[in-house]
Nanobody, 119 residues
Framework: QVQLVESGGGVVQAGDSLRLSCAAS????????MGWFRQAPGKEREFVAS????????VYTDSVKGRFTISRDSAKNTVYLQMNSLKPEDTAVYYC????????????WGQGTQVTVSS
């Protein structure tokens, strides 16, 4: 059973940067894709960014394009989300997820890390 552990969240001011990390517990971890999602209070969880396992192609939701960058270090089984120019509306719990068994659905999730951006 793969475990995903996020870290790097915190409280920052608008305009600041944070880098989230998501480490997988298994060294043989080879997901189809990894993604970051977020859920703000009172809102549904939303997709933020993803990166494919083979091609490393990336996808972003419109609201973070140009500000967030997803990347991965396969040797460390770790995926990162570099978040720049943070805005108060980026405040949420950020979750890491992986497509391991299913090509189309995320079937492993981390426990989440809180990001709070003050104005």
């Amino acid at each position: 059973q793969v475990q995903l552990v996020e870290s790097g969240g915190g409280v920052v001011q608008a305009g600041d940067s944070l880098r989230l990390s998501c480490a997988a517990s298994e060294r043989t971890f080879r997901p189809y894709a990894m993604g970051w999602f977020r859920q703000a209070p009172g809102k549904e969880r939303e997709f933020v960014a993803s990166i494919r396992g083979v091609t490393s192609s990336t996808v972003y939701t419109d609201s973070v394009k140009g500000r967030f960058t997803i990347s991965r270090d396969s040797a460390k089984n770790t995926v990162y989300l570099q978040m720049n120019s943070l805005k108060p509306e980026d405040t949420a719990v950020y979750y890491c997820a992986a497509r391991v068994v299913s090509i189309s659905q995320y079937d492993y999730w981390g426990q989440g890390t809180q990001v709070t951006v003050s104005s």
